[in-house]
């Protein structure tokens, strides 16, 4: 379950409300009976369980938002990938059946939600047979990251970086055909998060109808783009210590645009903007432009190994205290890597930017 979890690590949440029921059954010839299934989010504490009879199991639940969610069912207490499998949960009804293992290749009916949820993850997502080559060089990178090969890992992320892009246009297309559909909201987070820029995917998130834009995915999402940190309003003071425990502040910039760039070793997406960065910033450090980068980082030597790894020739700082640094708080870093431009004047320019966006970016600033 673990590259699972992984995979919905940007798009897993539940709003509130109430009265809202969904009803999941299913048989499956090879489900164990009086083995405890249990039906969960990564996202939240707890979980709903039931047990096993007839190798048939019914969960009845009563969301907290009629936006839904993402959530997993999963038989036993082991947290096994093959024994489980992954919904998109709207009020409604979902059927399960099939002949297994477990719930490979099981057939999903009921609500429209759920035929949607089958429909993007049969074309469109890593699931879909179309990606079979993404999930090698996924598989690859997690095996890379797993031995501490970062440099494997950032080799494979272009590669990967292409299929991403294949399934961002296709997810655009999905989402103008069904224009009704909260599963929508999943594309928004998963999917085009990853390849458009935040000013763009926010437009176009606001063309979307309620149901989409309000979905605890979505909103998700925008608190990790640091939405709520508006452009044209003064960026959070810090000090922090760099690597030989010097103290510097973000006021040390004043009078430079200064891209405060939230990373980690352990972060394969992190590494893999790496020479974006170093790109932009040897393009543009004589024309009024530096980078500050705030490692989310709790071990030292891990933090020193990747900046020598990675070559980054700019000032880099961590307190150690990883995603509770009070600089993380203050930027609403929910999730990395993200980053803030930040004017002459100490106003934020911009945000969110991937690849070769800065470059654009400090063009359009700096010509």
Known sequence: MKRIIALLAMGVALQTSAQNKIVISGTLPDLPNDTMMRLWTPFQEGYDSTVIKNHSFTFTKTLTSGNGGVFIIAVGDVKDEKKGTVLFLEPGEVKITGKGPFFQNATY???????????ICSN???????????????????????????????ELQPQIAVFEKQQSELAKVWISKHPKSTVSAYLFANVLNRTMPKDEWLEYLGKQPLNVQRAASVNFVKKSMGVGMEIGTIAPGFTLPDVNGKQVSLSDYKGKYVL????????????AQNPYLKAAYEK??????TILSVSADEK???????????????TQVCDLKASMSPVALDYHVIAIPVNYLVGPDGKI?????????????LAELLK
């Open 109 to 119: 009916s009921g609500s429209q939600f759920i035929k949607d949820w089958v429909d």
């Open 124 to 154: 469109i997502l890593d699931t879909a047979a179309a990606f079979s080559e993404k999930r090698k060089l996924k598989m690859r990178q997690e095996e890379a990251e797993n031995v501490g090969d970062m440099l494997t890992s950032n």
């Open 260 to 271: 405060i760039d939230f990373w980690a070793s352990w972060c394969a997406p992190c590494r």
């Open 284 to 289: 543009f450090k004589d024309k009024n432009f």
């Open 300 to 314: 030292k030597d891990k933090w020193l190994q990747a900046m020598e790894e990675d070559k980054q020739p700019w």
């Open 349 to 361: 320019v911009g945000m969110g930017y991937m690849n070769e966006r800065l470059e654009q970016k």
